[in-house]
T-cell receptor, first 116, second 113 residues
Framework: EAGVAQSPRYKIIEKRQSVAFWCNPISGHATLYWYQQILGQGPKLLIQFQNNGVVDDSQLPKDRFSAERLKGVDSTLKIQPAKLEDSAVYLC??????????????FGPGTRLTVL | AQSVTQLGSHVSVSEGALVLLRCNYSSSVPPYLFWYVQYPNQGLQLLLKYTSAATLVKGINGFEAEFKKSETSFHLTKPSAHMSDAAEYFCAVGWNQGGKLIFGQGTELSVKP
C-alpha cells in the first residue's frame, strides 16, 4: 500500500513570495490533515478536511494561508505572502474514516520550507 | 485548554539500557493516546496507540507504554536501547473520532555505544 505522498520535499523562497505544497493521501482515506512543525516543536494542526469539506481550520492563518482538497482526494496548501516565521516542515497526514480508526494518522515525509 | 507535556526535550541512554520517555496530558476525559517516532528528514511513524482496551500497550521495535488514568500519563519504555532507536519521539493525544491530534513538543533520544 502506497503511503502519503508530498511534494516538493524542500523549498527555499524569499519572504513575501508565494509557495504551494501538494499532498496525495493514502487511497481511500477520507480525512486529510495539514500540520506545521517548527524546529524543536511538535506538529501543530493547520487544517483538517473530511472528504472535500473543512472540519477544522481554527489555527490556519487565513490572511496568508489557504488550502483546498478538490474532489476529496489530493490537497494543496498555499502560503501567500510568506514570512520568515513560516519556515517549518509542513506535514500532511491522512486517516481512514470509521469507528476503528481511533484517530490513527499516517504521515507523509513532509516539505521543509525555508523563508529567507 | 487541552495540552500534552513531554518531560525532557532530550534523553540520553547507553546502548542496552532502559529507555523511559515521559508523557502527561491534561484532560478529565479519557483520550486516545499515541506515540510517534520521527527519524531525520522523515515523517512521523506510529509506534503504538492506546484506544481504551488494555492499559499496557505494545508497539513496534520492542516499545511499550502504559496508560495510567490516575496520573494522566502515557510513558513510553523499552527494556534495552539499541543504536537504531536514536530519533525524535512525540506523544500525541486525540479526543474525538476523526479529530485532530495534539502533540507534545518531542523528546530527542540519543543512544551512546
Amino acid at each position: 500500500e502506497a503511503g502519503v505522498a508530498q511534494s516538493p520535499r524542500y523549498k527555499i523562497i524569499e519572504k513575501r513570495q508565494s509557495v504551494a505544497f501538494w499532498c496525495n493521501p493514502i487511497s481511500g482515506h477520507a480525512t486529510l490533515y495539514w500540520y506545521q512543525q517548527i524546529l524543536g516543536q511538535g506538529p501543530k494542526l493547520l487544517i483538517q478536511f473530511q472528504n472535500n469539506g473543512v472540519v477544522d481550520d481554527s489555527q490556519l492563518p487565513k490572511d496568508r494561508f489557504s488550502a483546498e482538497r478538490l474532489k476529496g482526494v489530493d490537497s494543496t496548501l498555499k502560503i501567500q505572502p510568506a514570512k520568515l516565521e513560516d519556515s517549518a516542515v509542513y506535514l500532511c497526514a491522512s486517516s481512514p474514516a470509521g469507528a476503528t480508526s481511533y484517530n490513527e494518522q499516517f504521515f507523509g515525509p513532509g516539505t521543509r520550507l525555508t523563508v529567507l | 485548554a487541552q495540552s500534552v507535556t513531554q518531560l525532557g526535550s532530550h534523553v540520553s541512554v547507553s546502548e542496552g539500557a532502559l529507555v523511559l520517555l515521559r508523557c502527561n496530558y491534561s484532560s478529565s476525559v479519557p483520550p486516545y493516546l499515541f506515540w510517534y517516532v520521527q527519524y531525520p528528514n522523515q515523517g512521523l511513524q506510529l509506534l503504538l496507540k492506546y484506544t481504551s482496551a488494555a492499559t499496557l500497550v505494545k508497539g513496534i521495535n520492542g516499545f511499550e507504554a502504559e496508560f495510567k488514568k490516575s496520573e494522566t500519563s502515557f510513558h513510553l519504555t523499552k527494556p534495552s536501547a539499541h543504536m537504531s532507536d536514536a530519533a525524535e519521539y512525540f506523544c500525541a493525544v486525540g479526543w474525538n473520532q476523526g479529530g485532530k491530534l495534539i502533540f507534545g513538543q518531542g523528546t530527542e533520544l540519543s543512544v551512546k555505544p
